[in-house]
């Protein structure tokens, strides 16, 4: 089983700025790598797929980069509504895999 | 616009099925375009995927619940469903249904699922 580490656990940072959430694969995944957003009470919303592909509706704002076993999400100019857990997952192999996220949170 | 809900009861006794349905709209789970998926999420903890089911019959379950998970569908009522055997406390979650083979989207909303006698 692949194992998929994100860091920080927590990352505080002000509206406005940017932010880079890190993930890590055990071995490499090739670029079948997603990211999604989670807000309290709610499900899980894709964001990113391939790496570096936007879901439909997702902003420009969010960009996703890497491949093998080193990921970057990157929110640039925080918003309000950004503040949240984000999870990165893997397909490349089964079973599939997600990080233990990171929290997002407001300076 | 694909919609995806669960159903199912939110207590369950420890050593009993749990059985939970995914109803969908917007489109069809036997068009064969797409696999279909279940997600469980323990309250406050992270994502773990149970597994997923495509039209023509293709399975895969995580092996640490293998033994013990069916994914099924009923194309007539555009569903599918979930049964999770013999459980205990530790399969207490929330428990997600979503569209897709290797990312997911759309999720459905999700069920919490307690296991409590």
């Known amino acids: 089983e692949i194992v998929m580490t994100q860091s920080p656990a927590t990352l505080s940072v002000s509206p406005g700025e940017r932010a880079t959430l890190s993930c890590r694969a055990s071995?490499?995944?090739?670029?079948?790598l997603a990211w999604y957003q989670q807000k309290a009470g709610q499900a899980p919303r894709l964001l990113i797929y391939g790496a570096s592909a936007r879901a439909i509706g997702i902003p420009a704002t969010f960009s996703g980069s890497g491949s093998g076993t080193e990921f970057t999400l990157t929110i640039s100019s925080l918003q309000s509504e950004d503040f949240a857990v984000y999870y990165c997952?893997?397909?490349?192999?089964?079973?599939?895999?997600f990080g233990q996220g990171t929290k997002l949170e407001i300076k | 616009q694909v919609h995806l809900q669960e159903s199912g009861p939110g207590l369950v006794r420890p050593s009993q099925t749990l059985s939970l349905t995914c109803t969908v709209s917007?489109?069809?789970?036997?068009?064969?375009?797409?696999?279909w998926t279940w997600i469980r999420q323990p309250p406050g903890k992270g994502l773990e995927w149970i597994g997923y089911?495509?039209?023509?019959?293709?399975?895969y379950y995580i092996p640490s619940l293998k033994s013990r998970v069916s994914i099924s569908m009923d194309t007539s009522k555009n569903q599918l469903s979930l049964k999770l055997r013999s459980i205990t406390a530790a399969d207490t979650a929330f428990y997600y249904c979503?569209?897709?083979?290797?990312?997911?989207?759309?999720w459905g909303q999700g069920t919490l699922v307690t296991v409590s006698s």
């Open positions: 997952q893997q397909y490349n192999n089964w079973p599939y895999t």
């Open positions: 089911i495509h039209y023509s019959g293709s399975t």
């Open positions: 917007g489109d069809s789970i036997n068009s064969g375009e797409f696999y």
């Open positions: 979503a569209r897709g083979g290797g990312w997911f989207d759309p």
């Open positions: 071995q490499g995944v090739s670029r079948n």
